[in-house]
């Protein structure tokens, strides 16, 4: 089991899992662990010769048993491929896994936070290159969440409103829209901490993945694509992002919490990342040389 050690002056979790060491690193194509098992090939995660969608557990977990969980989702069995690759059906039957795991793993006694996120790319600390996420079910509300939770709290007591509602609703100029349509909006944010940051959420008040109809799936799944495909074509290669869902935490806490996608992708231009440096990590204040308008532009005009 992993080791909770409390940061006393930030007042948040660490987690010590030290067998995350020996987790595989970069294997190459023909030894990766998440492609399907090759007929007469030794076995991988998937002892199957195909799959469409595939979840596991971690087999290098930071939280297991009482603890909670941590899952690998594959989105393909196509090792060259990627999620803004997949067809808006394939992308639909996705979000429906996101759903049914953020369900299963919120009945677990011990969680309080089910966290679906994708790292993608080298620049990122990807050791598998395979098209992938995760699912990490937590022990305890991760801070950014509490914080979220705590800012929209008191939000509503001042105002009566949803404070995300309040924050699309000051992008009906379209001047940092990347892309939206009836029931979704993918935009740059104001306050966004790296240069071609974009929070995608739906623009009618939904707290998480089992609070979408199926119109809100539809439009989810397209918009993603969108969002994804403007990210590869910007310098004209796969873009490295993380992608982390902000949904509500299980049970009846975060009521006014609104769902959305934060993504942030490292780069500043094609060959220059954005690196946290003395003022993000030693004092946790963001500096951006990128105007949100700006980005929001080239992003859109893709
Ligand atoms: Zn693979
Ligand atoms: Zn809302
Ligand atoms: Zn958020």
Redesign the pocket.
């Known amino acids: 089991m992993s080791e909770l050690r409390w940061h006393p002056l930030l007042e948040e979790w660490v987690t010590v899992a030290p067998w995350r060491q020996d987790r595989t690193y970069h294997p190459s194509?023909e030894h990766?662990p998440?492609?399907p098992t090759r007929p007469g090939q030794p076995e991988t995660e998937i002892p199957e010769p195909d799959y469409h969608i595939v979840v596991f557990e971690n087999r290098f977990p930071s939280y297991t048993g009482e603890q909670g969980r941590c899952e690998v989702v594959c989105y393909t069995p196509d090792?060259d491929s990627s999620l803004g690759e997949q067809s808006v059906d394939h992308i639909r039957d996705l979000i429906e896994v996101w759903r049914d795991r953020t369900n299963e793993l919120s009945r677990l006694p011990n969680v309080k936070y089910v966290f679906v996120f994708e790292n993608r790319g080298e620049e990122i600390g990807v050791t598998l290159s395979?098209p992938h996420g995760q699912i990490y079910a937590y022990p305890f509300l991760p801070p950014v969440l509490q914080r979220e939770l705590a800012a929209e709290s008191r939000h509503m007591r001042k105002t009566g409103r949803c404070l995300y509602c309040d924050v699309i609703d000051g992008e009906k100029d379209g001047v940092r829209t990347v892309l939206r349509d009836e029931r979704w909006i993918a935009f740059v944010p104001p306050f966004a901490r790296w240069p071609y940051e974009v929070h995608l959420a739906p623009t009618n008040h939904r707290g998480g993945l089992i609070d979408l109809d199926e119109e809100d799936d539809v439009s989810f799944a397209a918009c993603l694509k969108g969002l994804l495909q403007k990210y590869d074509r910007l310098f004209e290669k796969p873009l490295p992002y993380v992608m982390a869902m902000h949904q509500r935490p299980p049970g009846r806490g975060g009521r006014h919490h609104h769902f959305h996608i934060e993504f942030y992708p490292p780069n500043r231009t094609l060959d220059k990342l954005k690196y946290l440096a003395g003022s993000e990590l030693g004092a946790g204040a963001f500096v951006l040389d990128a105007r949100a308008e700006d980005t929001a532009a080239e992003l859109r005009a893709l």
Do not use: I, R, T
């Open positions: 194509a990766c998440l492609c090792h395979h």
